[in-house]
């Protein structure tokens, strides 16, 4: 028997939950990445139940406990139970019965073994009781052990039910997998149009995570290979992928977010349509992409501190080592500002004439490391342009 010790285990909320939903006899069990990544000591984000309850009785059951529950997703079953302020997620046990290549029809089931096989990977379909002790009804255990990722059941099948685990398994195999198998591999290579299909907030979703692993290099390698790089991201390339991740460990990144720049190096054709990203990643797309036509002290400048420090680190993975002292000489490029002003320059010069003068003064201004006080300025401007 295989138990989990993990911090989220002995979580007065959590316990009261699974007691709740326990109380008549019914299995009440964590699943999927929360016990996923007890067993391999990573981080655990959010805690998954699942039980034989039927959704009515999951709502009854709480609510005789004392907790709220609120029918979140009831359509596939699932229902949020809130104890001590934060939500659970408790989804009925299901079996897939019908498909239509993007979602599969659920009905409910009150066995763990259908519920399990309706998951994606071996690794994902883990469960736990409230003690720890994992269930493993396909066999994750020793993949996991030997971190390979394996789809429950036959790959071509298990994807046909649903194409966005074509992402799903590069995401995986990116954070937690050494090993795929062949098969799962061609799978995704051959079946990788019906990615069309899939809407672009669920891809971007799972693109997010998948670039968001510490080393998502070989993963991304394997998706141009398979052809399926391309048609998420058309235009990205991922050759210099392992050299960003390289580089993020000599500069130490820890203050900056990582997919972004991930995405940014890339190069995609149109990455916040491609992933539909929000107005302000996109924004932060434009702006490293801007950045990266730009010194780093000037990209500083216009574009802000942090688009510039991405674009450094980009910049290094294709091969450009950062000047030193970048790090300093971004933070006085952010800080600085332009001290002329129109005014400064009236009524000497007006127009057309009076931007261009600003704008020869503002190139000075940067060329000499912000260093430029207002009357060199308004000299430069006025010199220059009689
Ligand atoms: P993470 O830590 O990244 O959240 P996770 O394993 O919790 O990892 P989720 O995307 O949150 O991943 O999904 C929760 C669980 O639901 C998975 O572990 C898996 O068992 C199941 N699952 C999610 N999406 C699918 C899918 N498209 N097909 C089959 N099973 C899925
Ligand atoms: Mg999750």
Redesign the pocket.
Known sequence: MTRITAPFLDDPALKRVLAALSAEGAQALV????V??ALLGEP???V?IATSAPPEDSIRLAEASGLRAVPTGIEHGTVTIVAEGRGFEATTFRRDVETFGRRAVVAYSDRIEEDAQ????TM??LYADAAGQVLDPVGGLPDLARRRLRFVGDAET?IR??Y??IL?FY??LA?YGREAELQALSACAALREGLRDISRERIGHEMR?LLDAPDPSRALALMAEAGVLPLVLPGADAGDMAELVAAEHDFGTGALPCWPRRLALLGAHDPAGALRLSRDEAREQDRIAQALALPAPEAAYRLGRRAAAQSVLIRAARGEPPPFGWCHAVAKGDQAQFPLAARDLMPDLSGPALGAALKRAETAWIDHDFALGRDQLRRIALEQDS
């Open positions: 699943v999927g990445g929360a996923r990544n655990v984000a959010d998954d309706r998951r994606d990977f994902n379909a298990r039910e649903d966005l685990r799903r995401r995986f954070r995570k």
